[in-house]
Each structure stands twice: as structure tokens, then as C-alpha cells.
């Protein structure tokens, strides 16, 4: 069965430091990968998806991630953070056919100033 | 496009009543999702529909939840007689094939 794990629950990073969100995950086939940011009372934005080709993704707002099949893992990176990005971050693992997508619990960033 | 429209944005009800929450995917959209969302049990898949037929409802928790479907442009969740345990924030998306969903701003339930 496919499952995403995230490991941390909550990261707290100060601003204009680096940021690393690990996710992984567990599928049998070869996976489409997700990363959706939810703030506060909003609903799921995406910023960045893995279908096949180059293993290093860039996403909207400086996100980026990278596919490594060898340890199952789709990590988010950013290089400096701005407290615009506190938010809560999911990753996610899909088929290539149906659709059906599971979610990781999630990981709360928090920055701070 | 005006994205996944949902409605109501809050509902607070009683418990036994039926709740109706209602949903617009993008037009285009083959695709239309529901999913719940609580502290305790994160992000869960519902149930979801392709070119408006129900392709798989595992996730629904019990006979008191039902979704449709009737055309390209509208969804309905509903709950019969709802629960407390229902209080949750559901999510509609809708996608295009098998590229990214896009999620409505959500419900926010609450059964008193």
C-alpha cells in the first residue's frame, strides 16, 4: 500500500536560513510525487511535482525538491526562508493512473524573525 | 477561472441534522476529490470521481456519508444524520487527467 511519511511535525528555521522538509515514502511502482503548502484557513496550494526526468524540481516561490529512488525520500528544500512561508507543508504520493493521491500528516514551519 | 468553488465556507449544526456541502471544480476538470481533514487523522481521501462516476468511495467513513455527481459542474457530500465526530474541515479538488489537483478553500464543519 502506498504511505508518505513526514518525519518532523513541527520545524521552527529563522528567517533567511535554509530549509529542508524531509518526506518518505513507500510505493510499489514508479511514484508521482507532490508538494502542497496549506497557510491558515486556506486550502492546499501546490509548489512542485515529480512525474519522471530530472530528479531536481523547481517550484513556485523558490521551492524546489529532489526524487531519490535509492532511499525513497522527495525532500523540499529552500535556500533562505522568508516568514511569508510559515505555513503547514505536505507531501504527497500518487499512480500514474486513477489519480488517487495519499498525503503525509504534514509539517508545521514556523520562522522566526 | 475562478478555481474550486465550495460552499458553505462554515456550517454549524446540530447533531442528527443533514449536512449538504457543495462543490464547483474547475471547469475542464475530469476529476473531482473529497477529502476530510482533521488534527487527528491529517488529510483523507473520501471519495473521488471520474468524468462524474464514483470511482472509489473505501475511504468513506459510513453509511451516513453519500456523494453525487450529477453533471461535469457540481458535487454534493452529504451527512445523514450528522455527529460530532464529523467536525472537520472537507476539502473538494479537482484535476485535469493525472496532473496536479486543485483544492478548494474549504468547509469548515462543526456538529455541536
Known amino acids: ?113 | 477561472d475562478a478555481g474550486v468553488i465550495q460552499s458553505p465556507r462554515h456550517e454549524v449544526t446540530e447533531m442528527g441534522q443533514e449536512v449538504t456541502l457543495r462543490c464547483k471544480p474547475i471547469s475542464g476538470h475530469d476529476y473531482l476529490f473529497w477529502y476530510r481533514q482533521t488534527m487527528m487523522r491529517g488529510l483523507e481521501l473520501l471519495i473521488y470521481f471520474n468524468n462524474n462516476v464514483p470511482i472509489d468511495d473505501s475511504g468513506m467513513p459510513e453509511d451516513r456519508f453519500s456523494a453525487k455527481m450529477p453533471n461535469a459542474s457540481f458535487s454534493t457530500l452529504k451527512i445523514q444524520p450528522s455527529e460530532p465526530r464529523d467536525s472537520a474541515v472537507y476539502f473538494c479538488a479537482s484535476s485535469l487527467n493525472v496532473d496536479e489537483q486543485f483544492f478548494g478553500p474549504g468547509t469548515r464543519l462543526t456538529v455541536l
Open chain 1, 1 to 113: 500500500a502506498q504511505s508518505v511519511t513526514q518525519p518532523d511535525i513541527h520545524i521552527t528555521v529563522s528567517e533567511g536560513a535554509s530549509l529542508e522538509l524531509r518526506c518518505n515514502y513507500s510505493y510499489g511502482a514508479t511514484p508521482y510525487l507532490f508538494w502542497y503548502v496549506q497557510s491558515p484557513g486556506q486550502g492546499l496550494q501546490l509548489l512542485l511535482k515529480y512525474f519522471s526526468g530530472d530528479t531536481l524540481v523547481q517550484g513556485i516561490k523558490g521551492f524546489e525538491a529532489e526524487f531519490k529512488r535509492s532511499q525513497s525520500s522527495f525532500n523540499l528544500r529552500k535556500p533562505s526562508v522568508h516568514w511569508s512561508d510559515a505555513a503547514e507543508y505536505f507531501c504527497a504520493v500518487g499512480a500514474r493512473y486513477g489519480n488517487k493521491l495519499v498525503f503525509g500528516a504534514g509539517t508545521i514551519l514556523r520562522v522566526k524573525s
